[in-house]
């Protein structure tokens, strides 16, 4: 089994940044894919970014290019989501998911763990 912690939520004004980290408790298998969706009260779960562990493969989400750039540190088991230039819309839960395949889990599929998630607030 896979845990994943998530930090660095919080209230941020409207143009500010947040870094948000997910780390897991070990990678199993040198193939899998960690991500980050995000999902408000009453609105469907949106994907955000996803990286590949073992190469620099990334997507992201149309909502988040340009502004929102994902990460990661393989020493420490860590992917990281650097979020600037935020919009009251970013204000969601946002939450680590890790899986096997890029290409399926950017579509919410073959997720195997999901972190617990951390608020992201962005005040107008």
């Known amino acids: 089994q896979v845990q994943l912690v998530e930090s660095g939520g919080g209230l941020v004004q409207v143009g500010g940044s947040l870094r948000l980290s997910c780390t897991a408790s070990r990678r199993t298998l040198s193939t899998y894919i960690m991500g980050w969706f995000r999902q408000a009260p009453g609105k469907e779960r949106e994907f955000v970014a996803a990286?590949?562990?073992?190469?620099?493969?990334?997507v992201y989400g149309d909502s988040v290019k340009g502004r929102f750039t994902i990460s990661r540190d393989n020493t420490k088991n860590t992917v990281y989501l650097q979020m600037n230039s935020l919009k009251p819309e970013d204000t969601a839960g946002y939450y680590c998911?890790?899986?096997?395949?890029?290409?399926?889990?950017?579509?919410?599929?073959?997720?195997?763990?999901w972190g617990q998630g951390t608020q992201v607030t962005v005040s107008s």
């Open positions: 990286r590949a562990w073992s190469n620099n493969s990334t």
């Open positions: 998911a890790t899986g096997k395949n890029i290409r399926a889990l950017v579509v919410g599929n073959g997720i195997d763990y």
